[in-house]
């Protein structure tokens, strides 16, 4: 079965070290999306794609970046992580249309 | 900016009680709206959408929402609740005019059995 997957699911890592996490899709979708999940925030889009190559800023991208280099990875990178990026992260993709289909989730801590 | 208000942030009910969980959004344009779940350690699930047509929208396990153009709202609703509801709850708009999704900033449900 088609699905969305994000690794690791678990991360600490210490202020000041660039982190990666990784979403990989397997349903094609042309679209994707990382999240953050913070109490009383809700879901915050930190960055999307469109398509290979394809990169937009969301709502809060500063200290993040992404790439997009296949149709099925979009990974996230914390260039140097900060205690205030602790958080849960979400990927998901999107055929196009409005629906997302989440991933479940990385939880990352930073010390 | 544009934004989605989920009034209730905590709420604790009896099984069986009925649920109604309000969701209103600030654009005056098209929208699509979702109601997401999400239970403990789990990822979000769509509970239901609406694009068009019959604002009332039936969804998975029993829940229901209603559009009301008029009021910018999109309420949860459940008339007989379940332990096994206990979750977070998101509402969440995409605008025409951007067409990137918004949530709102969840609502906690606990059902005590």
């Known amino acids: 079965d088609a699905e969305i997957t994000q690794s690791p699911r678990h991360k600490i890592t210490e202020t000041g070290r660039q982190v990666t996490l990784a979403c990989h899709q397997t349903w094609n979708h042309n679209n994707m999306f990382w999240y953050r999940q913070d109490l009383g925030h809700g879901l915050r889009l930190i960055h999307y794609?469109?398509?290979?190559?394809?990169?937009n800023k969301g709502e809060v991208s500063d200290g993040y970046s992404v790439s997009r280099s296949n149709t099925e990875d979009l990974p996230l990178t914390l260039e140097s992580a900060a205690s205030s990026q602790t958080s849960v992260y979400f990927c998901a993709s999107s055929p196009g249309h409005p629906e997302q289909y989440f991933g479940p989730g990385t939880r990352l801590t930073v010390t | 900016a544009q934004s989605v208000s989920q009034h209730n942030h905590h709420v604790i009910l009896s099984e069986a009680a009925s649920l109604e969980l309000g969701c209103n959004y600030s654009?005056?344009?098209?929208?699509?709206l979702f109601w997401y779940v999400q239970y403990p350690g789990q990822h979000l699930q769509l509970l239901l959408k609406?694009?068009?047509?019959?604002?009332l929208v039936k969804g998975i396990k029993g829940f229901e929402a209603e559009f009301i153009k008029s009021k910018f709202s999109f309420n949860l609703r459940k008339p007989s609740v379940q332990w096994s509801d206990t979750a977070e709850y998101f509402c969440a708009v995409v605008p025409s005019n951007t067409g990137k999704l918004i949530f709102g900033q969840g609502t906690t449900l606990q059902v005590k059995p």
């Open positions: 609406y694009f068009s047509g019959d604002p």
């Open positions: 794609s469109y398509g290979v190559q394809d990169t």
């Open positions: 654009y005056g344009g098209t929208v699509n």
